[in-house]
């Protein structure tokens, strides 16, 4: 079974940073892209991040927020800094449909297959 879990979410002032985990299990993380998405309260859903032999962002977090794997332990993480009030939202980890390899570089929830819970990013201002 997949499974996604999320950690690390919180409280923090404006210019705060935080960290978040994704914990991945049940498929061969390796080789997947994995992605952070955010939703705020009356938004849609929308693309942060994501992973694979490399990295890309939106545009909102360039130069604030950071992406990183840890493939040995299965976990992807997300260093947010400076963060700012509209950062605020439920984020979640999930994986891609398709292999890297097959060169996907998707920023579109469709094609990401299996989501985890969620954790919530409150940042005051």
């Known amino acids: 079974e997949v499974q996604l879990v999320e950690s690390g979410g919180g409280l923090v002032q404006a210019g705060g940073s935080l960290r978040l985990s994704c914990a991945a299990s049940g498929f061969n993380f390796d080789d997947y892209v994995i992605g952070w998405f955010r939703q705020a309260p009356g938004k849609e859903r929308e693309f942060v991040a994501a992973?694979?032999?490399?990295?890309y962002y939106a545009d909102s977090v360039k130069g604030r927020f950071t992406i990183s794997r840890d493939n040995a332990k299965n976990t992807v993480y997300l260093q947010m800094n400076s963060l700012k009030p509209e950062d605020t939202a439920m984020y979640y980890c999930?994986?891609?449909?398709?292999?890297?390899?097959?060169?996907?570089?998707?920023?579109?929830?469709?094609?990401?297959?299996?989501w985890g819970q969620g954790t919530q990013v409150t940042v005051s201002s």
């Open positions: 999930a994986s891609g449909r398709s292999r890297w390899d097959s060169g996907f570089r998707s920023t579109n929830q469709a094609d990401f297959g299996s």
């Open positions: 992973v694979s032999r490399g990295t």
